[in-house]
């Protein structure tokens, strides 16, 4: 994430320290900080998908602007992850990984034999109840502080 939306995953780790800071003013919060020490991803949720064809959707916790990082796993050949609002249809073979906006696009994926989907993704209420700030849409502005 850090190199394909820099501000979501300063965003992340944000969140993740305010988690750290105030988990005894978070509901049910006495296990969090033992949790966090275990949490190594800047993203507020993971959802693993097992053995599931998934129907094309969009994914509603996130917001517009972030990107959702998926991962293919398994043992299976062929298969393919689409973008029908696009027209596009792409391998989503074992290792694949892709990144793209889940709430913007229309998604799904078909991938026969046995396989996982780890997918990566931010929960924009957690970002907005911690006060952090909001990240913006991706761009190449994004990345002028490191071309010099």
Same mark, same amino acid.
């Given at each position: 994430m850090s190199i394909v939306h820099p501000e979501l995953y300063t965003a992340g780790?944000?969140?993740l320290k305010a988690l750290n800071d105030h988990?005894?003013?978070?509901h049910k919060g006495e296990a969090l900080p033992a949790l966090l020490k275990l949490w190594s991803s800047p993203f507020t949720a993971i959802t693993a998908i097992s053995n599931r064809d998934t129907p094309h959707h969009r994914d509603n916790g996130s917001a517009h602007e972030w990107l959702d990082i998926l991962v293919a796993l398994g043992d299976y050949d062929n298969g393919q992850i689409e973008f +029908?609002?696009?027209g596009m249809r792409f391998k989503?073979? +074992?290792g694949?990984?892709?990144?793209?906006?889940?709430r913007v696009l229309r998604h799904g994926a078909?991938?026969?034999?046995d396989r996982a989907c780890i997918?990566?993704?931010?929960?924009?209420r957690v970002v907005e109840e911690l006060g952090i700030t909001?990240?913006?849409w991706v761009n190449q502005s994004s990345y002028s502080r490191y071309s010099d």
């Amino acid at each position: 994430m850090s190199i394909v939306h820099p501000e979501l995953y300063t965003a992340g780790i944000k969140c993740l320290k305010a988690l750290n800071d105030h988990a005894d003013s978070i509901h049910k919060g006495e296990a969090l900080p033992a949790l966090l020490k275990l949490w190594s991803s800047p993203f507020t949720a993971i959802t693993a998908i097992s053995n599931r064809d998934t129907p094309h959707h969009r994914d509603n916790g996130s917001a517009h602007e972030w990107l959702d990082i998926l991962v293919a796993l398994g043992d299976y050949d062929n298969g393919q992850i689409e973008f +029908p609002g696009l027209g596009m249809r792409f391998k989503y073979d +074992p290792g694949t990984v892709v990144a793209f906006t889940g709430r913007v696009l229309r998604h799904g994926a078909n991938c026969p034999g046995d396989r996982a989907c780890i997918v990566h993704h931010m929960k924009e209420r957690v970002v907005e109840e911690l006060g952090i700030t909001k990240p913006s849409w991706v761009n190449q502005s994004s990345y002028s502080r490191y071309s010099d």
